[in-house]
């Protein structure tokens, strides 16, 4: 909950105005994960909250971009081949930096009550887990974020989602995989100045 509110993921609205209007309210639920590290040990523990997106009468459009295994695996090849460095990273709480289109109202899962009210219904601002089109809000607010920093975006077919940069004699290449990202490049500097800048 403390990121949704400090992204500003939504905002309470009383349930009988929304069924005075007749306005779909879709439910949601906790879902607990368990992050592993490169060895399979567990590092962390998380909680979501996600949308039941099946709900929706109305998903809009749900097809995003990503990029494909030979994508990566010829990144890593490049990466290799020139003596590059590889960053994997996590883009933590991806899909609530996404503006959603529309108004979604959903109902928040068993538990919650005591923290926001009975009764209440959040209508969400930005997109969350699990709504038909999450992905390809987040993939939209990636890509202008990435063009605003400067990079470009490599397509060789309609799978890919690879974003580069190229100043001076620094290079830096980016693949998207849901709200994962591989960061291959020359400049360790470079990286880090994206990293600042998203």
């Given amino acids: 909950m403390k990121s949704w509110e400090a992204l500003q993921v939504y905002t309470l609205v009383d349930e009988d105005e929304l069924q005075k209007l007749g306005v779909e ?10 992050k592993l590290d490169e060895y399979s040990n567990p590092y962390r523990h998380k909680c979501l909250i996600v949308a039941r997106g099946f709900q929706e009468s109305d998903q809009g459009e749900t097809f ?17 081949a020139n003596g590059w460095y590889m960053k994997q990273g996590d883009v933590k709480t991806a899909y609530l930096n996404a503006k959603l289109e529309k108004p979604v109202y959903l109902r928040p899962p068993k538990g919650i009550e005591p923290i926001i009210g009975c009764r209440k219904i959040m209508a969400l601002q930005k997109a969350v887990y699990r709504l038909g089109a999450s992905g390809r809000l987040w993939w939209q607010t990636f890509t202008q974020k990435n063009k605003d920093f400067g990079m ?3 397509t060789s077919d309609a799978s890919d989602c690879v974003f580069s940069i190229r100043l001076g004699e620094s290079v830096l290449i980016i693949a998207i995989v849901m709200d994962d990202a591989l960061m291959i490049g020359n400049d360790e500097s470079l990286r880090q100045e994206w990293y600042a800048f998203m």
């Fill in 25 to 34: 309210i879709i439910n949601s639920k906790v879902v607990f994960k368990v």
């Fill in 152 to 154: 470009t975006l490599i």
């Fill in 64 to 80: 995003a971009l990503m990029a494909h295994p030979i994508t990566i695996r010829t990144m890593i090849a490049i990466a290799v």
